[in-house]
């Protein structure tokens, strides 16, 4: 399942409520280390850009 989030998050990148809606659904469905692989994989690939939904959604 991280693996196809990864994929979805990528693919919705282009549109910040898109982004956050995906993130929030991933972040409800996986287990705790998958959510702490994501917020890894996240904040290295989407940082820059998107970085205060990033701190809101994993807080």
């Known amino acids: 399942m991280l693996e196809y989030f990864k994929t ?3 693919k919705v ?3 910040k409520r898109l982004f956050e809606k995906e993130l929030r659904k991933a ?3 996986l ?3 998958e959510v702490y ?3 890894e994989w996240c904040y290295a690939k989407f940082g820059k850009k998107y ?3 990033l701190i809101s959604c994993f807080s």
Request: no cysteine; charged share 35%.
């Open 27 to 29: 972040i409800k469905a």
């Open 37 to 39: 692989e994501l917020k």
């Open 31 to 33: 287990i705790p280390d």
């Open 8 to 10: 979805i998050l990528s």
């Open 51 to 53: 970085e205060p939904i």
């Open 13 to 15: 990148s282009f549109d």
